[in-house]
């Protein structure tokens, strides 16, 4: 009898983890392929091979990227070489890429980057934070900015147990910043496990040295982060439910939602147009083609703007749309007067004027 029950339990439990692995590919657009969306005025960064996964840029028009994530099931052309912090003046006619050099005693063979973001201090000095993952763990890694030198100098490292799986961050002030946790379980095999059964486990905490707290919870996986431009809304983007969730920022630094945006593909990083206020979004047409990656049949890049995300009715549209023949994988835009650059997990970075 024992054996029976036993034996029933396995089938249920093997029926229940094959639908939700059908509801999985469907949440995944396992069967999308992207039609083509590209501006004339475009070409390919030369200089980055290894991924461009997060960007953001100086109102002066330098641009950060953070490249060579090694990420747990994605992958990667340069297994062995740690990751880079590359810059890109775009107020260059013909704009060039140098990695930064990196002083302080910082360890930079463990270095690999994720999320990114600017804050520039009253005195207008310019610090990075980036999301490093040492042996696959968490920190948030902070650099003073010298460009005179254009270097970057190691400054602190943060640590806390609520900054898990971190993703992404977007800084308000010294050591006060928004991060994002995408899986619930640090184990590889766990968090594939939590993305077949869509949990909704990951959050959005509030980091400071005086305060850590969690502020937004129930994401299937939490993914970009960004801030309006007047600050007092927060975006984030939920990759496999394919939705943005509009937050509003109280002066305690609590969330509350006020509305989530349904996109139909699944969203990694956001960034905001300063002179527009538009959100771009970097894109996965098809995660499935991200996971099992085949060169023959690569994952597509797609680039949505959304305007006037406030209203009843906001705008969206395509910016950039490739099936994977100049483009892979594409996880984040920036805009800066009119130029875009479209970086992406683990494949090249391409540069346009709109």
Not at 107 to 118: A, C, Q, R, T, Y
Not at 122 to 143: A, C, Q
Request: hydrophobic fraction near 40%; aromatic fraction near 10%; charged fraction near 20%.
């Amino acid at each position: 009898m024992g054996k029976l029950v036993a034996l029933v339990l396995l089938g249920v439990s093997l029926s229940l983890v094959g639908e939700r692995f059908l509801e999985f590919r469907e949440r995944s657009n396992a069967s999308r392929e992207v039609e083509s969306v590209e501006p004339e005025n475009c070409h390919l960064i030369e200089e980055i091979e290894n991924g461009s996964e997060d960007i953001d840029i100086l109102p002066s028009g330098l641009a950060f990227i953070s490249s060579g994530l090694k990420y747990p099931g994605l992958p990667n052309f340069a297994p062995n070489e740690p990751g880079k912090i590359f810059l890109i003046d775009l107020n260059e006619q013909k704009p060039r890429v140098q990695a930064l050099e990196i002083s302080g005693g910082f360890d930079k063979e463990l270095f690999n980057p994720h999320g990114i973001s600017i804050f520039i201090d009253k005195d207008h000095t310019v610090y990075l934070y980036i999301v490093n993952h040492p042996h696959m763990k968490s920190t948030v890694e902070i650099f003073k900015f010298e460009e005179q030198h254009r270097s970057l100098v190691y400054l602190k490292t943060t640590k806390h147990e609520l900054l898990k799986s971190v993703n992404d961050i977007v800084v308000f002030g010294p050591e006060q910043f928004y991060a994002t946790r995408d899986c619930y379980f640090t184990n590889s095999f766990l968090s594939l496990f939590e993305m077949i059964l869509d949990l909704h486990w990951t959050y959005v905490l509030f980091y400071s040295p005086r305060e850590v707290k969690v502020v937004a919870t129930g994401f299937s996986s939490a993914n970009g982060i960004t801030v309006s431009a007047d600050q007092k809304y927060v975006y984030v983007a939920d990759v496999t439910a394919k939705n943005i969730h509009v937050m509003e920022k109280h002066d305690n630094w609590d969330l509350t939602q006020l509305k989530v945006i349904h996109l139909g593909t699944l969203l990694d990083n956001l960034s905001v147009d300063p002179a527009t206020g538009d959100i771009l979004a970097g894109c996965h047409p098809n995660l499935m083609k991200l996971l099992l990656y085949n060169p023959d049949d690569p994952p597509g890049s797609e680039v949505l703007r959304i305007q006037n995300i406030m209203s009843e009715k906001p705008r969206v549209s395509t910016v950039y749309a490739n099936n994977g023949s100049v483009l892979q994988g594409t996880s984040v835009a920036s805009m800066h007067h009119g130029k875009i650059l479209i970086g992406t997990v683990f494949h090249k970075t391409l540069y346009c004027e709109l």
